[in-house]
């Protein structure tokens, strides 16, 4: 329901419009109220049309009464362009300043001041806005030293259009003007009573006069005014409590015309906005929240980025707040090292900060709990890293740990700060180093508490500054390892990273985090958040290894306990970073057993690890981690690539067999050299190998493999043994000695006789005879049974074999390999095809005149054979290649483009090397054939 005073408002009366010709008789009367009418209706009907105007978007939205009044000010400006009415009015009342017509010339003159934008007319406001202060400034001083705001703001709106006029004329105006004037500096606190009424405001329109003014494009001028005490700074002091319009426009002139400007120097800007006016521009980050207001803050926040940040701010980028040391000639004053870091151990009384404005700003911001406050301290931290320890010690941030939405935020922003990029454009004292490092504010009570708190967010929030820290704590060592320059500065970063340590928590606090992480996720793996938090300890962990060893040492932890018995069970990122930080160490002890009762070693649970893992980079970490270790033992030295071929087929199950013959070799390597060189009876000169450089054929995990598979009643050890040990021969260049050990183990009393067959009748007569310990069980013996432990002596020159003397070894590597791998079955060849069919009959026919045969289509016959019919066809090709010029180069040329299996696990060629009959002697077509294979 309306209220009282609105049912008794009179109803307003329609506005009169006048003509110019009826203005002007009002304006030449001698009665005073028909000049009052006629200055009020002249400045009114100009201010209506020009707010239509502006608010119009398409001249055919304005009335065509408006049209028609449109030209008004025009045809006045044109018919008296010196405004001699309006003067003569006023200059008739200057006695009487306090006149309602001395009061409504000035509403004129500033209406055609503000509103001439015609440009036949738009010298008028040259020579308005001169003569005003010219002949009437004394008239306008008592206008403002009115107690009435309406005449206050009369004036100040003439002066606002004086300014706008012309730059020659601001200018004029601004040397003429009394700013010492006492009343002057009191206008920016003057505001109505009434609420809501902004037009009635003093401040409102001294604001409109100061922005006026920063808006004259002279940059001269506009120095001169900013380095002008108690006038435009004075605007900032309630600038909160003014409409968000009349700031913003007052903040965007500043951003035009000062901020964006070059020629404004960084010295008078700097001056300008000092602290107590950035505070002032602070405020305005808590405006209202309505959709209005959270335009304006943006606006605000751009504003106060490209004044601080911008590339024409306030900043200054080139550190000073820390000391630059000079190092002074070493042969003057034997400066060393140690010296000039002992020097620069205390920060310099020399420090002068810069940028102190800054500092205040940054004080009366909440970065930690507004994104876009958090935005502009952090830019101005960047820039100015020198007042970083200043903000953070006068800052009300507790660090201290708890549970707390504001504990979190004040954290997070902190990480921020020290996430910011390393200060280095002079060389710092220490304490500013250690400072940007790892801040004051923080401690190492703090951050050992935060490690061992219960709840998990502080644990991870600790956690994470602790990363950044180590992070800048890398990039420090780093520049201290790379810097060339100055001793002292070398010095002190050394000293920085030394220092560092004393900051950051304990490692066993670190450990221990981590245990109980590993304890938490075993009680319960439904809880998603312990397996990051193990990941980010693991991180820390691997950043105390890479950027403080040597508080591993101190601690004589061993990370192979990190390993735990339960590592298979935890989540793959887990075990991918315990593997990286594991591989990162120099050394830990892999043969220790964390489960004593099972006897598995650190080193098995990698393998089994490995042999596990279905996580592609898993599976290469623990591989690249699986090879340092057994390259740091001494059982594949001068064998390196052999370590690939033990991994490459490595199964779960044989995990134990290969861990108990490499811990074997590494716990006796000499016994197994010792073993080895009697099974291959190594010849110096034709094999190679060398005692003293311990340039063995094969690796001695080969003879301890061999020595546990005696031991073992576990399939699959056999045949994980069988697919290494082809991966071997095939992969080694001189494969005689491999095949000979292999032939002393599967049947050593047969020895001596298989190799006096290839010796030479000079080698035997100089044999010396030896007895190798062999007492292990023979696989493939029948009933098991042993061999006896003492053996006929073999002689000891198997290496002097010939080229073509490796098919006793390889008898003896097939039967071996058959008694492990499933028996005498062989490989059962596919299904032929009516097409094969045919082929054969075609191969067998061309095979029949193979004499007849030139080389090219003896080739092209023998690339025919389908492989399914390759053992059926394996005699008579071996028959056709014997007598050949280019022997059997086509048929290995064949074998080695289509066989998918080995050829030994063909039924031929075990029947061939098992036959004892002279079909298969040596010169048996199968025989040469088997000479002739590449290995």
Known sequence: MASSQERRKPPEKPQIRLSLKQILLLLNSEDEQEIIKGLSAFSKQIAEVSQKKKGSTHESTIDQDDADETPLLLEYLKGSPECNEIFSIWAAQQKNYRSRVSTSAMEVLAAILTHNDFSPTKNVNSFVGRKVFKEFLKNIYSCLASEFAHVVGVAFRLLTGVVSSNTAVARDLFHAFNWGWKPLQQMADKRSKTPGNVEQNVRTHFVRFATAF?????????????????????????????????????????????????????????????????????????????????????????????????????????????????????????????QAAASLAQPSSRIKFRNKSMLRLLQHLDPANNPKQEELALGVLKLCPEIIQAYLKSSSYSFEPRPTMMWVSNVGFLCKIIELPLPFDTAPDVPSLLGYICPWALTRGHLSVGLQHESSLVRHYTVALLEHVFRNLGQVADLAAKDETAAARRAVLREAVDSTKKRVPDLQTVIALHFKLAAAFKQDQSDAAVPLLQVEVLKLLRAYQQRLPEMYLESNFDLGKLLGAGLAGHAVPVQEHTVRLLRDAPHFKWWSSMNAAAGQTNLAMLLGLYAAASSSDLRKATRALVRKILLQTDVFESNETEIELWLDDLTPKAVPFLDQAVRAASKDSLKYVDRLQQLVHLDVDNVGFSYEQRQLPFSLVVVSALEQLAKSSEPADGRYLSDTLQRIVHAQHTPKPLLTALTRWSKPEAAKAETEVFESPAKKQKTSHVQPPLGSPVPGTPNGKHRPKSHPSTPNGMASLEDGAAVAPVRALQRFLRSWTGGRKGHKPGALTDEDELTIKAVRKALKSADELSTADFAAVVQTVPPAAFDQLLRRLCRACVGRPESFAPLVEWLSGHLDVSIFRYPSIIEAIDAETSEMADESPVRQLLDALPF
């Open 214 to 338: 920063v808006r004259v494009p002279d940059p001269s001028l506009t120095e001169e005014l900013l380095a002008m005490m108690g006038f435009v700074s004075t605007v900032f002091k309630g600038l909160r409590q003014d409409p968000p319009e009349l700031a913003w426009d007052f903040l965007d002139a500043l951003q035009t015309n000062v901020v964006a400007t070059k020629e404004v120097s960084r010295k008078v800007k700097a001056a300008f906005f000092n602290g107590f006016v950035l505070e002032q521009i602070a405020k305005l980050y808590k405006s209202s929240g309505n959709k209005e207001g959270r335009k304006f803050v943006e606006r605000v926040h751009q504003f106060l980025m490209n004044l601080c940040c911008g590339p024409d701010g306030l900043c200054r980028v080139k550190l000073s707040g820390v000391p630059i040391a000079v190092e002074p000639a070493a042969d003057e004053t034997g400066t060393d090292e140690h």
